[in-house]
């Protein structure tokens, strides 16, 4: 594997894609906080904290535990994106060099911009379902949350490493 230090630097113009994932997941993200602070005053003191794998709450906690997903969102936000920024640094195979870095690069950072959209979208959902729980306008998603989850966090993984595999 090609050491990260000796790994060439190459920027590469941000994908239509990209905007699209950015533009959803930033929106769900800014949208699910701006609810939260606009809703806070008519939360309940309590509301739900845990979910088990049937999309049932098993835990309800104060509502100032649901500022964990907003900062969780902005850390995950942070972290991926620096990541995303610096494609030299990613994990490659063996077969890496001067000539498949720019595909790998691209690849790479398409996948963690999916990723981290997903996450936000993911989390975003989750700050409205316990909202809408603890309002009581809705019971909630129920068994859909878990197969949600996986789906958007496995798709863009499945398909980044297909698509790393067909680079030569």
Sequence with gaps: MADSGKRPKIKIAK?????IFDV???????GSIILL??????????????????GEVDRWGKKYELLILPIVGGFLLLMMQLFEK??????YPRRFNESNAA??????R????????????????LLFESISIAL?????MGGLFLPLLVVLTAIPIAVGIMRQRKIK
């Excluded at 994908?15 to 905007?19: D, F, G, I, P, V």
């Excluded at 610096?86 to 994990?91: A, D, L, T, V, Y």
């Excluded at 595909?103 to 790479?108: A, G, I, K």
């Excluded at 398409?110 to 975003?124: D, G, I, V, Y």
């Design 136 to 140: 009581d306008w809705t019971n909630g």
């Design 37 to 54: 602070v606009a809703i806070w005053p008519s939360l309940p003191d309590e509301v739900p904290a845990h979910y088990n794998a049937f």
């Design 15 to 19: 994908t239509k894609s990209e905007w």
């Design 24 to 30: 959803i997941g930033y929106s769900a993200y800014i």
């Design 103 to 108: 595909q790998f690069y691209l690849v790479s």
């Design 110 to 125: 398409q996948m963690l911009n999916q990723l981290k959209n997903s996450c936000l979208l993911l989390l975003a959902v």
């Design 86 to 91: 610096f494609p030299e640094i990613h994990n």
